[in-house]
């Protein structure tokens, strides 16, 4: 029979995670990572369970799991994978749970979570990338650093006088009583691959049986940091860190045991809401904000650090204390620094459907990109308010009513550049009709209870207010 | 050793490396027992100087497809 070797339907056909890289992963040349990616895809295609499969993805290089697997995707914070995945699976009963993790995140900062889910037997196949360093970072010593190997953060070597001893995971996951298959493979050469798959194939069949809780610790090669060549850096894991990683299975229960359920809880929201005081059951006739249309979606954006996220809590603020309907959303790029930081803000008469501003009817743009970004998305009726003291150059295709504001400049006359985002606030409040200079100068001062800075924050907002008057 | 000779239904077995999502590493190049990929100095979109299929000797092992970190850069037939 033919057996073609290719892509795996698995994975999503293009990878949309950079414009310019729809194809390839974020992975270096030669890294472990992508092997393993490889393998996992082949094995949820083979076995027909895409559509059960649930991930949960790390914080480290396997961060981006999400754009490669086609099926459900959670991202955890740092170290925490294992433990959302305890509540993935078990609010999930139906579903294959793979939580996906690297050493810095399940042996270092995770190691709890990753015991004690262990510990508990939860029904999901936990994958351990163990390279021996801190990756995404560049390089720092891991709790999974051979004695004597040099990184970043151990330039001589690394001691166990210092340092301590390598972690080994999976001997102390096999010490556990709860795990059904605890083993460690290498992604490095082919037989080693070969050896994965089987060993993958059972614990991923082990999931689908629903019986229990399996741990593979995955020997990968890290070529970049490392400083090695990848073959260089394949044959190094033959040759060292195997003699303090052994492959080899640890631990098997025996295949016939019977699959085990676990207690589901099962969750009365509307108890919640009602202990939490959301209840939709507010008086009519006591909002009191008047809205030149029943709903108003404000997009803030700029440089992080210029106040864009907090310009658009006060808004959000000010709106709740006068019982409207309102949503906050912030948005940061996670891997870029610098860039483009914005905040979604919609008040509404009425219940607000999605909290995602699109099209915004009142955009303030505090820096270039955002302008570039964000300017052409405001239809023919809207607002924009952008900062003319560090714009110089608009963009053509803008469709909205443009302002200039030099909030930077009126902000450091204030006293302060760090008040612009409150300078924006006082001319935007003007603009729009929404909330009057007293209201404003009332808010700033519960929120700012330093003499000095509800001083400068007062003159910032009324010097926006006074600019909208003159327009 | 089997050769590379067509099967039945007259397959041969073969590797195509998509090269415009090779990234270099040249794990496939030290795992092709019958040197049929190699190293090549042309240079792919991403910048990465690409492996190319050089001989027509392939035996469909596999073994360049289990290397290769990169999902759907070497597909192999293997009759």
Known sequence: ?471 | MKNNTNNEDGVKPSVTVHIDLCKGCGLCIIHCPKDVLQASIQINALGYPTTIVATADCIGCGNCYLVCPEPGAITVVRP
């Open chain 1, 1 to 471: 029979m033919t057996k073609i070797y290719e892509k795996s339907p698995a994975f999503f056909e293009t990878f949309e995670r950079k414009p310019s890289q729809q194809l390839t992963t974020h992975y270096c040349p030669g890294c472990g990572h992508g092997t393993l990616n490889k393998i996992i895809a082949d094995l949820v295609a083979e076995l027909g369970i895409q559509d059960q499969t649930i991930y949960v993805g790390p914080v480290g290089c396997g961060v981006f799991i999400y754009y490669y697997f086609e099926g459900a995707c959670a991202s955890a914070a740092h170290g925490r994978a294992s433990a959302v995945a305890t509540g993935i699976s078990r609010s999930n009963p139906d579903g294959i749970v793979v939580s996906y993790q690297g050493d810095g995140d399940l042996a270092a900062i995770g190691t709890s979570n990753a015991i004690h889910a262990a510990n508990r037997g939860e029904n999901m196949i936990v994958f351990f990338v163990n390279n021996n360093v801190y990756g995404m970072t560049g390089g720092q010593m891991a709790p999974t650093t051979l004695i004597d190997q040099k990184t970043t953060t151990s330039p001589f070597g690394r001691t166990e006088k210092n340092d301590g001893f390598p972690l080994r995971m999976a001997e102390m996951m096999a010490g556990l009583e709860a795990p059904a298959l605890v083993a460690r493979v290498g992604v490095n050469n082919p037989k080693n691959i070969r050896q994965a798959i089987k060993v993958i194939r059972n614990g991923l069949e082990i999931q689908r049986d629903k019986k229990g809780y399996v741990f593979i610790e995955v020997m990968s090669q890290c070529p970049t940091n490392w400083k090695k060549e990848p073959a260089e850096a394949c044959e190094w894991i033959d040759d060292v860190v195997c003699k303090q990683y052994p492959l080899g299975t640890f631990k098997e229960l025996p295949a016939d045991r019977q699959p085990q359920k676990r207690p589901r809880a099962e969750v009365d929201f509307a108890a919640v809401a009602k202990l939490l005081g959301l209840t939709a059951d507010d008086e009519t006739g006591s909002q009191e904000m008047t809205l030149p249309q029943p709903e108003m979606r404000f997009k803030f954006a700029g440089f992080g650090g210029q106040g864009v996220l907090s310009l658009g809590l006060m808004v959000a603020q000010m709106a709740t204390q006068r019982n409207m309907e309102v949503t906050w959303l912030p948005s940061y790029g996670p891997e870029m620094r610098g860039g483009v930081a914005n905040s979604s803000v919609v008040i509404g008469e009425d219940p607000i459907g999605t909290p995602v501003v699109d099209v915004p009817d009142v955009l303030v743009a505090l820096n270039r990109p955002s302008l570039d970004k964000l300017g052409p998305l405001v239809p023919k009726e809207g607002l924009i308010i952008y900062n003319s003291s560090l714009i110089d150059q608009i963009p053509a295709d803008l469709k909205g009513k443009v302002y200039p504001l030099a909030a930077t400049t009126l902000a450091a006359e204030a006293g302060t550049v760090k008040a612009a985002n409150v300078v924006v606030l006082g001319f935007v409040a003007r603009m729009t009709g929404i909330f009057e200079l007293s209201e404003l100068e009332d808010f700033l001062r519960e929120t700012f209870k330093q003499p000095a800075l509800q001083e400068v924050n007062l003159k910032a907002v009324s010097a926006g207010w006074d600019v909208a008057g003159e327009v």
